[in-house]
Nanobody, 120 residues
C-alpha cells in the first residue's frame, strides 16, 4: 500500500485547510485510515482516525470541534478538514492506514508528510 498526501501549506490563524491522502496498491487490505502529526521537538501524535465505513471516528482532544476526518472508499482517499487553525497545529501531517479495527493503533502503512504551518 502506498499513501500520498496533498494539501499542506502556510495559512493564518483562523483559516481552514483540507488535507487529502490517496491510497494505491493493495487497498483491499485497508480498514482504518488516519492522520498523524509531528511538531518540531515533539512526538508524533494521532490526530484523527476513521473506520472503513466512516461510522466510527477518533479525534485527539485538541482538535475536537475543529477538524473533521472523512473518506471516500471509491477513490481510496481520506480527507482531513481543518477549521479554525491555530499556531499550535503547525506540524508535519502524515496519513496512515492499517488492516485492523482499532482507530488508535495498528497503522502499518505511512505516507510522506505534508507540512502545515499556521502563522499567528
Amino acid at each position: 500500500v502506498q499513501l500520498q498526501a496533498f494539501g499542506g501549506g502556510l495559512v493564518q490563524a483562523g483559516d481552514s485547510l483540507t488535507l487529502s491522502c490517496a491510497a494505491s496498491g493493495r487497498t483491499s487490505s485497508i480498514y482504518t485510515m488516519g492522520w498523524f502529526r509531528q511538531a518540531p521537538g515533539k512526538e508524533r501524535e494521532l490526530v484523527a482516525g476513521i473506520s472503513w465505513g466512516g461510522s466510527t471516528t477518533y479525534y485527539v482532544d485538541s482538535v475536537k470541534g475543529r477538524f473533521t476526518i472523512s473518506r471516500n472508499n471509491a477513490k481510496n482517499t481520506v480527507y482531513l478538514q481543518m477549521n479554525s487553525l491555530k499556531p499550535e497545529d503547525t506540524a508535519v501531517y502524515y496519513c496512515a492506514a492499517g488492516p485492523t479495527r482499532g482507530l488508535q493503533s495498528g497503522y502499518e502503512h505511512w505516507g510522506h508528510g505534508t507540512q502545515v504551518t499556521v502563522s499567528s
